[in-house]
């Protein structure tokens, strides 16, 4: 895949050696000089992934990188330090500053193309994500989140390794990693088995593993629908660079190279599950934004946007299948006269508990939409004739039965009026717009016809 990759260094000849590179494997690539610079250009140009050299003058990498992530414009792009300097107390400042990994120079162009992949991968997902939650947002349905408010207390994380990663990782309560759950796996095919009904927030692989092939691990846990997204970061030896990049390439997120430092690893398990969790909170987000737009907000039942959506649905399944189908509408008798004796709350109270009974008292295949006002529509799929009559029957009398709370210890009854359409398998002529209108002229008929009653109108 291919991703635009912005390129800071001071140095001319290493901005060039770079782009030269990553424009070879037919990567786009935009460059800078300055700290400065890459912070605007990060701001207008919306890079892929950034390649940060750490030693410039002016502001240094560290500093750039704390600014990019404090800027909600910016704080999602993916940032790898490219630098000289090769201790751990550099590796862990860069992390700190919210670096998404740390390549010293001379950067191996394997490493560094997986990496680019790798992280420009899960970037362009995450903006899928941000940018349906923007349009969301736009419209009021739901709020911006930030990273630091997602964040949890717990973590739990699953090391899948025959060896101890560090000695007392699992009841470790002080260091940087309290607050986070480890448990110890060494059975690959039970932990493949164990994630299917509990997953974790992320799962720790050592490439040394000996009794299953890791990558072949990886690989399954990344092909599964419900761990597809969870975060995997390996655990490699020195000598393991070849397996680690393939690693990047099934889609592990992040590494921690042997021997491992405490602190490093908590910044880099901190960060994944940072993402993590603000990614579900944008899942979950846009879940709660496409159920309000398909619910009505007074009785929890669908809205009239969502039958308009389905009825095409279930009746091109009914022709095509030659099975009966039913619609009817339901109108609350003088509703007005409820309003004007109770007040407009209690005439709320009477959509909701005629919407809450409609939810309860139907069948998990069919529809109930709140279709405007006091009206409802029922869809019943593969429903013969006498099915109906008798499902509609029995909605109209439980709605008599229900008992209205009007305060000062009162309460009342209301009925409903009924009008049924029914398609019997066989017509090629029939749309949804033909049924609610022979529906619509059947509940005409049963208010003329007195109210509190079931009229069909057959086809």
Known sequence: MTARVLVVDDLAPNVKLLEAKLRAEYFEVITALGGREAIELARTQSPDIILLDVMMPGIDGFETCKLLKED???????????????????????????????????????????????????????????????????????????????????????????????????????????????????????????IRTDLPDMIMVDLGLESYDPLRLCSAIRSAEGSRLLPLLAIADQEDTRRLVKALDIGVNDYLMRPIDVQEMAA?????????????????SLSQSLELAVLDGLTGIYNRRFLQSQLPRLLTKAVKRELPLSVMILDVDFFKAVNDTYGHDVGDAVLREIGHMLHFSLRGMDLACRYGGEEFVVVLPETPREGSEVIAERLRKEIAGLQIDAGNGQSFSVTVSIGMAFFDGTSREETPASLLKRADEALYRAKEGGRNRVILEAA
């Open 72 to 194: 909600p414009l910016t704080r999602h792009i993916p940032v790898v330090m490219v630098t000289a300097l090769d201790q751990r107390s550099d590796r862990i400042a860069g992390l700190e500053a919210g670096a998404d990994d740390f390549l010293t120079k001379p950067v191996q162009d394997l490493a560094l193309f997986a990496r680019v992949r790798n992280l420009s991968r899960l970037k362009q997902m995450t903006d899928e994500l941000r940018h349906r939650h923007a349009q969301g947002a736009q419209l009021g349905a739901i709020e911006t989140p930030k990273i630091e408010d997602v964040e949890r207390e717990i973590g739990e994380v699953i090391i899948i390794s025959d060896r101890p990663v560090i000695e007392g990782l699992e009841n470790d309560s002080e260091s940087l990693l309290s607050g986070i759950n480890f448990s110890y796996q060494n059975d690959s095919r039970e932990l493949l088995d164990r």
């Open 268 to 284: 880099r398990v901190r960060t994944q599950l940072r993402r993590k969790w603000y990614v579900e909170h944008l899942r979950d």
